[in-house]
């Protein structure tokens, strides 16, 4: 049973910075590309950022290339998304789940985060 778990969200001021962790369990992590979503109140979910199975493939949403990293730990069935430089229009639940995701695909709690201006 696919098992995701968000952490590390929070409020922060605009050009600060955030680190989320991804906790999977019930997938071959290592054999899975992984991703973070997030979710704006009102708006539809969208794909922020990517990471191949190995680790050596990672892919940008425009509106975060330059700012965000995503990374991944193999050996703890962990992914991460360095946040930096954050916007007020960053403001969104931040979930990650392995891409693509079907309509009926299995979502975690997510991860709040907050920009203040």
């Known amino acids: 049973q696919v098992q995701l778990v968000e952490s590390g969200g929070g409020l922060v001021q605009a050009g600060g910075s955030l680190r989320l962790s991804c906790a999977a369990s019930g997938i071959i992590f290592r054999l899975r590309t992984m991703g973070w979503y997030r979710q704006a109140p009102g708006a539809q979910r969208e794909l922020v950022a990517s990471?191949?199975?190995?680790?050596?493939?990672?892919n940008y949403a425009d509106s975060v290339k330059g700012r965000f990293t995503i990374t991944r730990d193999n050996a703890k069935n962990k992914v991460y998304l360095q946040m930096n430089s954050l916007k007020p229009e960053d403001t969104a639940l931040y979930y990650c789940n392995t891409p693509p995701v079907s309509a009926g695909g299995v979502w975690g709690q997510g991860t709040q985060v907050t920009v203040s201006s």
């Open positions: 990471i191949n199975s190995g680790g050596s493939v990672t």
